[in-house]
């Protein structure tokens, strides 16, 4: 059974620094998604990831691809408040999977 | 350019009872994904159709059934309503692969008391 998981589950950050979430996944996938999600509301596509090695980048975020390590990044520079929300990664693994399978997700804060 | 819609977005129900949530895909995409997301959790998923049949299905009991129409619009139906069915219900269309990604709908948030 595919299990993704997400660390941490909570980020508390002051605005202007920098970090990572990380998302780390079981099995062999061959696409990744990074997704926001504020609160109430639903998600939305940050990224797809479908290739080792992969690296995307809009504004402040970067998301990254190791497929051999089964592990994707997200990494967060010079934070602001309006990136405040909760980040979910999601994994589809096997060949003729439609299946996205989420990770339980990282509350980030951007405290002022 | 209009996005993923569902309908309604609030629903009350009572145990026992059955509910319908509807679905209109992104223009374009022809595939709908329906997930579960329980509070404070990661979405779930619970099947996906395609060409008006069921393609993939999670682990969700036979409570759980789908449909979908000939203009791609689909229905999540579940039939005797549980406590714990009380969950925002998402709606997802791609294309056929989903290499492009998933567009997902505003949800509809489903109360069960």
């Known amino acids: 059974e595919l299990k993704v998981e997400q660390n941490p589950l909570f980020l508390s950050m002051q605005e202007g620094k920098n970090y990572t979430i990380y998302c780390n996944y079981s099995?062999?996938?061959?696409?990744l998604y990074w997704y926001r999600q504020d609160p109430g509301k639903s998600l939305e596509s940050l990224f797809v990831?479908?290739?080792?090695?992969a690296v995307k980048q809009e504004g402040r975020l970067m998301a990254s691809l190791d497929t051999k390590a089964r592990l994707s990044t997200l990494h967060i520079t010079a934070a602001v408040h309006d990136l405040s929300a909760t980040y979910f990664c999601?994994?589809?693994?096997?060949?003729?999977?439609?299946?996205?399978?989420f990770g339980k997700g990282t509350k980030l804060s951007v405290i002022p | 350019d209009a996005g993923v819609t569902q309908s309604p977005t609030h629903l009350i129900k009572t145990r026992g009872q059955q509910v319908t949530l509807r679905c209109s895909p992104k223009?374009?995409?022809?595939?709908v994904s329906w997930y579960q997301q329980a509070l404070g959790q990661g979405p779930q998923f619970i099947f996906q159709?395609?060409?008006?049949?069921?393609?993939q299905r999670g682990n969700f009991p036979d409570r759980f059934s789908g449909h979908q129409f000939p203009n791609y619009s689909s229905e999540l139906n579940v039939n005797a309503l549980l406590l714990g069915d009380s969950a925002l219900y998402l709606c997802?269309?791609?294309?056929?692969?989903?290499?492009?990604?998933?567009?997902f709908g505003s949800g509809t948030r489903l109360t069960v008391v």
């Open positions: 997802a269309s791609s294309y056929p692969l989903g290499n492009y990604g998933y567009t």
């Open positions: 099995t062999t996938s061959d696409r």
């Open positions: 990831l479908l290739s080792n090695g």
């Open positions: 999601a994994v589809v693994t096997g060949a003729g999977s439609y299946q996205l399978t």
């Open positions: 223009s374009g995409h022809d595939t």
């Open positions: 159709y395609y060409e008006e049949e069921e393609r």
